[in-house]
């Protein structure tokens, strides 16, 4: 963990954020990419005062993500009752879809969704955050046709029990060509969705 003094892109506001890095060393991952692990949740920091959040440290935004973060939809977000945790996460990936970074977007809310999981918060914040990381998965898959981030979403689909689209995703999958690891997710998952389990399981597990 380390402390490092940001300088908000968006309001000037100076403030210390801790960043945890390579949280994944020694950790036993999720199907969906989880470490499981509490310190994996600071890797994006909040401005406290405007509510701009962000995992990358940059001096300058543009005018149109300073434009969303003023609106008053995303302070409305920021000011919501929402944990901290949870929020910063979902800030992130608000600004990263406005920017088209399908990616990164999907992954913001996806850990917003593991935030909640693992804090025991509302099963309908996790699956209203799963549900727009799987959209923005979709939209990524649609422009670069990447395997991993599809067996992801299979997975995200499953935990929050869509088991149809799930199916659909999971044959599709098999329909195409992906390698010998990537069929024994599948396979995994199909067993898990016909006992119509949402429940998290582990890449070991496979």
Excluded at 52 to 76: G, K, M, R, W
Excluded at 119 to 134: S, T
Excluded at 144 to 152: D, K, Q, S
Aim: with cysteine.
């Amino acid at each position: 963990m380390s402390t490092k003094r940001i300088i908000c892109p968006v309001c000037g506001c100076k403030f210390d954020a801790e960043f945890e890095k390579d949280y994944f060393n020694q950790r036993r991952l999720g199907l969906d990419g989880n470490a499981h692990d509490i310190e994996q949740f600071n890797r994006v920091y909040m401005c406290p005062t405007c509510g701009y959040s962000s995992a990358t440290q940059i001096t300058n935004e543009d005018a149109e993500i300073i434009e969303l973060v003023n609106s008053d939809e995303f302070q409305a977000v920021f000011k919501s009752e929402w944990s901290e945790g949870f929020k910063k996460w979902m800030l992130a990936g608000y600004l990263s879809k406005a920017s088209g970074n399908h990616y990164d977007a999907a992954y913001e809310f996806m850990v917003a969704g593991w935030y909640i999981r693992k804090c025991g918060g509302p099963v309908d914040d996790f699956v209203y955050a799963y549900n727009l990381a799987i959209s923005e998965f979709a939209g990524y898959i649609e422009e670069t046709f990447e395997v991993r981030p599809a067996l992801i979403m299979l997975d995200l689909l499953r935990q929050i029990g869509n088991f149809e689209k799930a199916t659909d995703i999971a044959f599709g999958l098999k329909d195409s060509e992906v390698d010998e690891n990537a069929e024994r997710v599948i396979d995994f998952e199909l067993k898990c969705i016909s006992k119509m389990d949402i429940s998290e399981h582990f890449v070991d597990e496979v």
